[in-house]
């Protein structure tokens, strides 16, 4: 079993930062892969941003490249979301994913508030 908990989200105006963060507890070295996925009202979940937990490897969606910065500690267990030049767009609740490999289901959060407004 894994536990992730999120913190960091909430009300920030356009252009603004935030870090999300996630820490994770349980059999935590079993999962190859973390991610970050969002939902926004009336959307699917969809994947923002995603490391690899052997050489570090990360994949961003085409939306975020360049504004985002996915990160980890590992002597925490944590895993990191910068998110810079915020955009009304990038409101929506945020959530962190264990997985074993690409594609399998994997652990979830409970997700965290992310509203960008003026």
């Known amino acids: 079993q894994v536990q992730l908990v999120e913190s960091g989200g909430g009300l920030v105006q356009p252009g603004g930062s935030l870090r999300l963060s996630c820490a994770a507890s349980?059999?935590?070295?079993?999962?190859?892969?973390m991610g970050w996925y969002r939902q926004a009202p009336g959307k699917e979940r969809e994947l923002v941003a995603r490391i690899m937990r052997s050489g570090g490897i990360t994949n961003y969606a085409d939306s975020v490249k360049g504004r985002f910065t996915i990160s980890r500690d590992s002597a925490k267990n944590t895993v990191y979301l910068q998110m810079n030049s915020l955009k009304p767009e990038d409101t929506a609740v945020y959530y962190c994913n264990a997985a074993i490999q690409v594609g399998s289901r994997g652990y979830w959060g409970q997700g965290t508030q992310v509203t960008v407004s003026s």
């Open positions: 349980g059999s935590i070295f079993s999962q190859n892969v």
